[in-house]
């Protein structure tokens, strides 16, 4: 499968910015999806997975109530709608796919990531 990450862009703090991720290839509702960022100087961190069909959603603690995940099968997309953006959240932010939500979350050896989009939040 091929991720290509998009909607990245310099917001103000308290706006709102929604990512989308095109999946191609292999059959894209077989994967859960989600979604990693690495700040600037920091390590990769994942932000929130979402499952194969859709009905079960997972979110870092720094992220959770602010951000959310969602999945169009019939489109092969993924959507990242972050809102109440803090500085912290500035970051590139990565589109990854897995065979489970576990190995997404845990950025498993075999889960596929896409180039990243660049988030920027300005204080």
């Known amino acids: 499968v091929q991720l290509q990450a998009s909607g990245g862009g310099l917001v103000q703090a308290g706006g709102s910015l929604r990512l989308s991720c095109a999946a191609s290839g292999r059959t894209v509702s077989n994967y859960a999806m989600g979604w990693f960022r690495q700040p600037p100087g920091k390590e990769r961190e994942f932000v929130a997975a979402i499952s194969s069909g859709g009905g079960s959603t997972s979110f870092a603690d720094s992220v959770k109530g602010r951000f959310a995940i969602s999945r169009d099968n019939a489109k092969n997309m993924v959507y990242l709608e972050m809102n109440r953006l803090e500085p912290e959240d500035t970051a590139v932010y990565y589109c990854?796919?897995?065979?489970?939500?576990?190995?997404?979350?845990?950025?498993?050896?075999?889960?596929?990531w896409g180039p990243g989009t660049l988030v920027t939040v300005s204080s």
């Open positions: 990854v796919a897995g065979e489970s939500s576990r190995h997404v979350r845990t950025g498993a050896p075999n889960v596929k």
